[in-house]
Each structure stands twice: as structure tokens, then as C-alpha cells.
């Protein structure tokens, strides 16, 4: 079946401009989370979305970014004013439920900032 | 909040020799704890995941890891490794409780390296 589908796959853009990524989880997939990978780090938590809960937006590192998710389908990532330091790979994850259901991860967005 | 430590950044190990990617949690209760592989120039995927069930749990590719609560470890292993191993490794621990049930925290990664 399809997977984690992200668009687009990159994304070159001026600084100061305002970007827009999607996610599309895999059908039936209740949890959807957002990372952020910048080069040679780890996986950093940006925000999680499960069912109907209010999202979990602890990791969102600045209110230049925010994220919306309608019901259990397709989420959207916005960062406003866009800064160097936002360059990195956003990757997407969806799963069945929260906790021990594991994620599955889309080819991520490669966000560049000039 | 959950957090995850790998030791050592990057690990180098020769074919067929023995691979040991350390991960340790901060958690007071046990946690769900996940292994995933990033293969070069592709997206990351299960390895295996522990569940608070058998605290030695195996995985795709002859990779293995066992839950030690005592030692709050989850180190991952596999006795001999092969040059298609060569990737990073990232161990993640997920929130059991609270307002942040659900929510996957993962460590920095460890790059493993193979020789012939």
C-alpha cells in the first residue's frame, strides 16, 4: 500500500519567505508527527498530532512555526519568515495509534533557506 | 519527558565482527523503546521495538537488543556484521504516560561503519 507521501521533496527558498509542507499518512493512521533533521544531527521533535487530541507542540522551536492537521488525513507544516538555520531535512510519520505502534516515515522535505 | 542517549557518535567495526550500539532512557517507569535504521539516502525504518514484553527482542537483518531496567539500557547488537549494515542508527524511546503518551523522542544517532 502507499506510504508516507511529503511534498515537496525540496524546497529552495529566500529568506525572510514563507514555506508550506504537507504530509500525506498512511490511510487509517490516527498519530502523525513532525521532525526535523538538520545535517549531521539527530531526529528533533517538532509536533504530534493523535486523533482528536489537542497536538503536542512542545518542540516547535519558534512561533514562526506551526502546524495544522484536518481529523486523521493531511497535515501541513508552516514556517513564517524563514530564517538560515530552518535549512534541514522535515520529515513526516505517521502510525496506526500512539505509544507502541511503530512509525513509518516519509523520504522527508530538504527545506534550503538562501 | 523522555529522553534518549546514544554513546558514541560514530562506531567503526571490520566484517564479521561483533556490532554494539549503546542507548540508554531517563524514564521512571518503563517505556515503549525503538531502534530505527537510516540507510544512505533513504528514509528511516523499524528495526525493532520493545514493548514490556520479552525483554530480549529480535529484529529484522539479525539485529537484536535487549531491555535491561536495572542498567535503564537498550543496547543494540548483532553478532557479526556485514558491509550492508553500514548506516545510521537512531534509539527511541516513547512517553507511557501523561499528556505526552504517544510522543516518540529520539537519541542523536550513531553512525555504524563497516570494513572488509
Known amino acids: 500500500g502507499a506510504g508516507v507521501s511529503q511534498s515537496p521533496s525540496n524546497k529552495v527558498t529566500e529568506k525572510g519567505k514563507d514555506v508550506e509542507l504537507r504530509c500525506d499518512p498512511i490511510?487509517?493512521?490516527?498519530?502523525l508527527y513532525w521532525y526535523r533533521q538538520r545535517l549531521g544531527q539527530g531526529l528533533e521533535f517538532l509536533i504530534y498530532?493523535?486523533?482528536?487530541?489537542?497536538?503536542?507542540k512542545s518542540g516547535l522551536p519558534s512561533d514562526r512555526f506551526s502546524a495544522e492537521r484536518t481529523g486523521e488525513s493531511v497535515s501541513t507544516l508552516t514556517i513564517q519568515r524563514t530564517q538560515q538555520e530552518d535549512s534541514a531535512v522535515y520529515l513526516c510519520?505517521?502510525?496506526?495509534?500512539?505509544?507502541?505502534?511503530?512509525?513509518?516515515f516519509g523520504n522527508g522535505t530538504r527545506l534550503t533557506v538562501t | 519527558a523522555q529522553s534518549v542517549t546514544q554513546l558514541g557518535s560514530h562506531v567503526s567495526v571490520s566484517e564479521g565482527a561483533l556490532v554494539l550500539l549503546r542507548c540508554n532512557y531517563s524514564?521512571?517507569?518503563?517505556?515503549?523503546l525503538f531502534w530505527y535504521v537510516q540507510y544512505p539516502n533513504q528514509g528511516l525504518q523499524l528495526l525493532l521495538k520493545y514493548t514490556s514484553a520479552a525483554t530480549l527482542v529480535k529484529g529484522i537483518n539479525g539485529f537484536e537488543a535487549e531491555f535491561k531496567k536495572s542498567e535503564t539500557s537498550f543496547h543494540l547488537t548483532k553478532p557479526s556484521a556485514h558491509m550492508s549494515d553500514a548506516a545510521e542508527y537512531f534509539c527511541?524511546?516513547?512517553?507511557?504516560?501523561?499528556?505526552?503518551?504517544?510522543?516518540?523522542?529520539f537519541g542523536q544517532g550513531t553512525i555504524l561503519t563497516v570494513h572488509p
Open positions: 498530532f493523535q486523533g482528536n487530541s489537542a497536538p503536542d
Open positions: 490511510s487509517g493512521h490516527t498519530a
Open positions: 510519520a505517521s502510525s496506526l495509534a500512539a505509544g507502541s505502534s511503530p512509525l513509518h
Open positions: 527511541a524511546v516513547s512517553d507511557v504516560g501523561g499528556t505526552s503518551y504517544g510522543k516518540l523522542t
Open positions: 524514564s521512571s517507569v518503563p517505556p515503549y
